[in-house]
């Protein structure tokens, strides 16, 4: 892919064809690429939001404060700390790896209701997560 400016256009080629855009048209597309690479989705419980800058967030559903949400480098984070749990986990377990507060019952939460986590809830008191299946990486984010 190309970009380049040539007096009050914008040229942008991808694979191999080039488009002459509008200031106006160009600011549109930027927009709308910047739309695509935020992909936030909500379950039950929990929202998983992928971030323009790779980041992916997992929140408590509806909340807005900083307590409520926990930020992984990318998603891959998510999946390596999902791994590295046992089989039937609660959030003592979750928060063994750093996370503190109510974001280690958010996460459990978010295993369980994620596809990309073979996971159920099997307790609520306490909030206890239970590997499903194998997991492998073919899941869909």
């Known amino acids: 892919m190309a970009v380049r ?4 256009s914008i040229r942008v080629t991808v ?3 080039t488009h002459a855009l509008s200031r106006e048209q160009a600011e549109q597309l930027q927009d709308a690429i ?6 936030e989705r909500e379950f ?12 992916y967030v997992v929140s408590r559903r509806g909340a807005d ?17 999902f791994e590295r749990l046992p089989a039937e986990f609660t959030a003592e377990e979750v928060g063994r790896t750093g996370i503190t507060g109510s974001r280690r019952h958010m996460l459990v939460r978010h295993f369980a209701e994620h596809p990309a986590f073979d996971c159920a809830i099997t307790t609520r ?5 239970r590997k499903t299946a194998a997991n492998d990486d073919t899941t869909v984010e």
């Open 5 to 8: 400016r040539e007096g009050e």
């Open 15 to 17: 694979g191999g064809q």
């Open 34 to 39: 910047g739309d695509a690479m935020t992909r």
């Open 44 to 55: 039950l419980h929990t929202t998983g939001t992928h971030r323009e800058d790779g980041t």
């Open 65 to 81: 404060s900083a307590g409520n949400t926990k930020v992984f480098e990318e998603f891959g984070n998510l999946r390596r700390l």
């Open 125 to 129: 008191n306490p909030l206890t997560g």
